[in-house]
């Protein structure tokens, strides 16, 4: 089966929420220094900038879910890209630390939301044979905004713009945010919410218009699902015989986000900073670990269903604690900075390659898509809590022990996820 033309546009456009997920994450990376200066701010005032986003999206994708079924992902979606409008311009233009911080919020909501509904959106829209690659789009955008974003301060940073120089940073996400806007109103609902609210030719016609070869069948699938899910909606997930997939599914995703791989990504210009290069070259040096995280995110994709999930979680896991440990070693021995880049990239290559997308592969595969263990295997999202922990314990770790322990911290952490991964799951 081949994509069409209102197919391949519907998943490019939903897809976009994931490049501005990975541009607004990251973006800070190349500001926070400078807000630091700026704002005068302690070890816990650089965290709460960084994490301040990431509140926002634990809270947009706890309730993505529940706004999704009641409007639909594309109106929700577009309500997201709103989100990250106003968090551009609102933290460009900030007249203070705490208005940014409540902006930097109000695009994590957004973040969180975009986080959930995107793939949601392409896997109702793509026909069964394709759904697979489809969603993964989103995930390559993700990391492509994440090079984005690194680019776009770099370039910046080369027009030497003076004190208003992080907040041209900040604030181009707005561009991009509002061209996710208008694209929003070219693509149609989504045939699984128009099911469920019983516009069946509505449904139909969607279905018709993605190309699906049998599209009465695809929808007699989709409302046999729909009611599948409402017999379900009920049933408790906390039970006994559960214990065992819910303790698997919460510790495998707190120990991903506490591979520490999200503090590099949001203070990956300090660190490099620390090691003693200047912004520019640090910006340079981030552009080069941006394209890294993207080619190998690519080849986790190709590989994954090669030499599966769990051997590509456990071998990533254990190579990641390895390249932290190197990381480690150079802030303690103060020797061979050059190697900090490349130790940095092979840290990026291997967790794109293997646990980021090992994770990403058991949480989907591991948990039935209806019944209470659907709910079980969204318990895997609780782990974004700890994403705000991450830069949190990041900033202090560095400034009261040093980078070198805080790296260590998150080394340790690693080798949990490799002991939890070698259980039986997928």
Known sequence: MRLNYNLTKATL???????????????????IDTLVGQYHLSPTGKGLTVASALVG????????????????SRETLR??????????????????????????FIGGLGIGASSVLGPVYIAELAPAKLRGRLVGVFQFNVVFGILVAYTSNYLIRLLHLGATEWRWQVGVASLQALGFLILLYGIPRSPRW?????????????????????????????????????AAAHQPVFRWKYRYPLFLAISLG????????????????????????????????AIAIGFTNLV??????????????????????????????????????????????????????????????????????????????????????????????????????????????AIRFFCIHDNFAVLCGTFPLS
């Open 13 to 31: 456009t939903g897809a976009l929420g994931g490049l501005l997920f990975g541009f607004d994450t990251v973006v800070v990376a190349g500001v």
């Open 57 to 72: 999206t634990v809270i947009g994708a706890l309730g993505a879910g529940q706004l999704g079924q009641r409007l639909g």
């Open 79 to 104: 309500a997201t890209a709103i989100l990250y409008i106003i968090s551009a311009i609102g933290s460009a233009l900030a007249p203070s630390w705490t208005i940014l911080m409540i902006f930097r």
């Open 194 to 230: 128009s099911a469920s609210q019983n516009r069946i030719d509505e449904a139909l016609a969607v279905l018709k218009m993605m190309g699906d070869p049998d599209p009465e069948a695809e929808l007699a699938d989709i409302r046999k699902a729909l009611s599948e899910e409402h």
């Open 254 to 285: 707190a120990f991903n986000q506490f591979s520490g791989i999200n503090a590099i990504l949001y203070y990956l210009n300090s660190i490099f900073s620390s090691a003693g290069f200047s912004q520019i070259s640090g910006d340079q040096q």
């Open 296 to 405: 190998f995110t690519m080849v986790g994709m190709a590989v994954i269903d090669k030499i599966g999930r769990k051997t590509l979680l456990l071998i990533g896991a254990l190579g990641t604690a390895a390249c932290l440990s190197s990381v480690a070693w150079l802030f303690h021995t103060n020797t061979h900075p050059g190697a900090l880049v490349l130790d940095t990239c092979c840290l990026h290559c291997i967790f794109c390659n293997e646990p980021g997308r090992g994770y990403l592969g058991l949480h989907r595969r591991s948990f039935p898509e209806s019944g209470p263990l659907q709910r079980a295997g969204d318990w895997q999202r609780q782990p974004l809590v700890l994403e705000y922990c991450d830069p949190d314990v990041f900033s202090r770790y560095s400034r009261n022990l040093g980078t070198e322990r």
